[in-house]
């Protein structure tokens, strides 16, 4: 199938946030990983799990600034004491 990066990513960035998100994540899914990650199968054993909880809505996740944001407190909270 021949199409065209430019027609699908004009295409893509018609859709609401949450379906480019969406299609972001599937993408991403899509690529294969480094091979540093499959030298370990017990850290891959880790990430598949972790994704897996995640999907199934077992855990949840916080965007980047308040998890940076929660981990500067915590390592202050730990230099502190």
Do not use: I
């Amino acid at each position: 199938m021949n199409v065209d990066p430019a027609n699908l990513l004009d295409a893509a960035l018609t859709l609401s946030d949450t379906e480019r998100a969406g299609l972001a994540y599937q993408l991403l899914r899509s690529l294969k990983p480094p091979a540093v990650m499959s030298d370990d199968p017990a850290l891959e054993a880790e990430l598949d799990r972790r994704v897996d909880a995640y999907e199934s809505g077992e855990s949840g996740a916080d965007d980047w600034h308040k998890a940076s944001q929660r981990l500067c407190e915590e390592f202050e909270g730990r230099t502190r004491a």
